[in-house]
């Protein structure tokens, strides 16, 4: 059984581990306040291009939405995202918990528009009757989104001005952001990411790391006491310098990028190989996540011999499958698919 | 500079880390549902002697802890512990924050008695206004206390019966929980930890491993639907295998035990040199905690060599600070600071 | 200018304001343990024919719905309610305030069926991510709906069957119901509230009191330890009898239902003067509100002499505005309406 | 029996009632946007001497407390009281269940000082743990306290300017303001409300309207959007106007102080004569409640004829009891309790 289920499927880049090992016995201070944090900080900083940034590393994903939403809304406010938002769908309501309302609108392949934002926010402000209803408080966008789709920049360039015409912190999710990033056909770099949003993440459980997820405040001043929110939201981590740790080595010589560059490229031959026999995809897309739509028996025969996550039911006789790459995925593993797809399809 | 200011200095013992890297390329479902986890849970069943528990890992102990206590109160309800307890004092009002009140009660040496909790609770359900207080509704121990100290057997078998008798969980809270069973004059064994409490955890992070704490519902019960409360809380790990890959070690052949037992012994050590010198201390334990009462211009002088933790202001002229051991201390560090003990006090 | 915007635009009935004259000096105890509260508790328990439910009185709607629900759900669980539906819509999050998601399905009319939430309930329990999900944990409707349209008895007692089978509490908000009871088609007794319902209540606010809505529980065992609920909700009135005198007047000799009864038909002529004049309406609906189709600029003028609420834009030159009637509205009131429209549409 | 066991046993002020009587049929909007409202909010101004402030009705204390507490907090921040506070103690956690931490400081006969309260802000912010402890975010004081005990202008001007340097708002529950004002003693007027607390209320439950509490906002940018918090947690009184005419009666002709000076000068007399038979009291007050401390044989032959409030066990033979006074004592249940008081002690 060759898996393509998710992206975090296997342990971590073998960088990661000599560097664990390499450090095992040194001694620092807890919480994130050692010398690893502040080097891989610094290192984020240089690498996005923003020197004022604040940089908090999390556990993981959920942890790092819940802990950055609730710290940026007041208690009637809640936060704008696609209906298929991952704090909209797969956060078993963590969002809520912190007592706010998640405000889904329609999305489009994942995706949402400035123009919808607006229209949405003056809504609320011309409604009388908005003071019982949740105010708008910031915007939550995936990137790439859950369907692994890419916004392009003048579309979060026009998100951004929306938000801050309304003083609407933008904060982006980038639980997937190298696979983002290095798809072909994006065109953002990374520095665009500090400029173009409030707060963003910069995801490592999908892309290497054992775990964790670096928080940038492109606005510093939004990051006022943060460490006490994450701390009360139970992310704190006691060894922090394990995040510090890690995204020293993804941070180095590019090889977040360069790992997640890889597994595009390996999507893309899935993707290539579908095509070729005339298979259609639940999106259009070009990261790490492919969604082909294939005929029921025909998932059930592949299932046999690739794990996959079905994903979603398209009509009476077909749905959408999941394949994800990642870092580890083998060119062996991809060259046992392509066979299988020329062969069976 | 020697370090003793915590038990969490250093990365995880070695046979953990070549776990980690044996494991590495295995492919596994996420979020705790692999083979390792099960493996794990398995073998704390074993070692605890509960065939019927439900164990979860989950990363960090202020997680763990208002993971457990919010899935186990009704919303009016609050969690008895000693004003000393580590959800009261230094988890940034985690408990709070999930909507519940902790109802401190005064502490002895860190710890409180059956009879305060039966006080408490029929002081409560006796008043007439009773429904314009918070109800107790759990009960939560550390053991160790957060002061290195321990209940004995008897101590917690009579808080057992008051909290069976009101139908108050009990809660307690392990993050050192070896370093309790290990010390010396500990009465408890491992399987009286789930006959007494309904849920307990076996915690990792200070005793050896990178992160982790393994949460026991000795009533499982109790554990319904417990894995939603971990993901609303952000505590689902998304490669779970983590947790359970280092307690699959710790639990191998009493690791876990033998590293605590070490630990304990060295402090051990610690204790014994400052009471030669006659140095008092702030609590009479047995654990990896030591806390000599010194004067202000001696711990001055001591920390230019050693790192401890400034615990407590005593009287104007003494201070408490706390050394810790772990399974990192070397007995080279240990035979430094007896000799430092030695000649200057 | 006569006004239509609200059915709570007046202080309320006068035998309400007699009963508090009566009553001004008489010595209580507070918080809703005094001898109205009892008796209005059994003419409730009577009328609506449920010997054993437990009846509290709360303030305000929005209140009662988020204590209520918050209540009856685990951290974990959300409410399930339609699109259109007040606690979604119109009560500032007030629901997620107190950590829960509302799990909103579309709406037909201000409806949702027993299928639909079969489906959803069937769709969570059988998605392999489902702990990454809320959990649907109970059913909230309005009867009458934000619409003032009505479920059949037949469709709530398709909607119970689903919740018996799914062990969701089933809650109705009746901030209108007796609106709704007395409505022309209106199929339902008092006493099939409690026969179908888990909670439900009989609002005042709307329907002549100063204030105050009655929760029942038909299931009296959901209601335990409710008071504290109460109270930390911010609920529980110091002066509770105020709740119980309003309704022990309202519950005598039917006067809850024939205000109702007096608003109902009144509405009744307003739908009957617009139909006569070809005049569409949002929805088909028989209770004390009415929304007609009209075009904007009639809108306008409509308004200088009768205040009705704007209710939504339907095309680009027509909007459905709504009429309210309450126990308050006047004949001469309604003989002007229909003479307005007879003489403008 | 005559009752003196609460300030709240009756109904309301009778000009109260004359008021709703007269403006039952008006027609106004809800939710406190109508001319009584606005006209009783002009009043509080003008008496409170605070032309710039905010002023909101809600219609009971828990709600208040909650609603001005959670509107003005960081998710990582508590309030600072005193231990006797009544959120502390008697509002079943509401402050808790709006996720923040009551930070309790010891109370001398339920005041603390601007020392303490300095000193607990200075430990929190010079800890180097403080990240792992709830920050202290605003002062909360009860004038008169829950003991009927008051601030001296002195100390509370001393208290805010603790308050103004470590800009933490400060905030009065004056649920028995008035008592508090009228009494002997008292060197407070009203405009040093305003001047000193950042948010105060005027009670009005316990001081001779139905239901309200009046809350005003001397600092009005912290009003911001408060009318969303009131909605969201459940204060928002859908027939405001309610809280508006009985605030206008209050405020009219000096009744709200009038009502509160007279039932002063009724405790007055019933401590004199208690103090007249040597009888100890709890506390040294002068305002609406009085605390003598009895035999415990003696409080059971007096609760025969007189209600009072069992307050407190003082030692193995006595306790405390309380007496109340209201707008709605007689002077004949004075006249018989010092009756009783003469023949019996």
Known sequence: MIHFESDYLEGCAPQILEALRQTNLEQTLGYGEDPHCERAADMIRYVFDCPDAAVHFLVGGTQANATVI???LKPYQGVVCAETGHIHVHETGAVEHG???VLALPARDGKISAEQILNFVQAHHSDFSREHMVQPG??????????GTLYTKQELLDIREVCRNW????????ARLGYGLEASGCDLLPKDLPAIADVFYIGGTKQGALFGEAVVFSNSELAEDFRYNIKQNGGMLAKGRLLGIQ???????????SLAR????LADRIRAAFKHKGIPFLVDNTTNQVFP???????????VEFGVERWQIVDETHAAVRFCT?????????VALEAYINCNY
Chains 1, 2, 3, 4 share one sequence.
């Not at 995204?247 to 990028?257: A, C």
């Open 138 to 147: 910031m915007v939550y966008l995936s990137f790439p989104t859950e369907l």
């Open 247 to 257: 995204y020293e080595v993804l941070m180095n010589e590019g090889l977040y990028f």
């Open 99 to 101: 007592g706010h309302k």
């Open 167 to 174: 003083e609407l912190p933008l904060f982006i999710d980038g």
């Open 70 to 72: 609730s710290s940026l």
């Open 262 to 265: 890889r597994a595009d490229r």
């Open 293 to 303: 739509i294939l005929e029921i028996g025909a998932i059930d025969r592949l299932t």
């Open 326 to 334: 990642s870092w580890a995925t083998t060119d062996a593993a991809i």
